[in-house]
């Protein structure tokens, strides 16, 4: 199993536009087979002294799959590839972060 952690960077003041076209996608990569976890993260405010401030315009998607060949097959979905058209205004810019237990 793996975990990828996306940090995307939402255009000023656009983030719930963004959340609008990525669940969309959510019941579609759900679907693919080696998907275990799919789903948007946000910041929250808490009064953890190390947790920075919440970031307005960051969206994180935690995701688990299977295998690496999983996460690469859903990369070039027809449905991501169409995705990413639909957002492609609204993102300034993408981390992405692939992990395995350790």
């Known amino acids: 199993m ?5 940090t995307i960077e939402i255009a000023e003041g656009r983030r719930g536009d963004f959340l609008a076209e990525f669940h969309k996608i959510v019941p579609l990569v759900r679907g ?10 946000v910041d929250v405010a808490t ?4 947790q920075p401030p ?11 799959w299977e295998s690496i060949e999983a996460l690469e097959r859903h990369l070039i979905a027809p449905h991501m590839v169409e995705y990413r058209k639909q957002v492609k205004d609204l993102v300034v810019g993408t981390l992405l972060q692939v992990l395995e237990p350790a």
Not at 47 to 50: A, E, Q
Request: with cysteine.
């Open 2 to 6: 793996i975990c990828v952690l996306a």
């Open 32 to 41: 693919e087979k080696g998907c275990i976890e799919y789903g948007p993260m």
């Open 47 to 50: 009064n953890i002294g190390l």
């Open 54 to 64: 919440p970031r307005e315009n960051v969206v994180i998607a935690v995701e688990k």
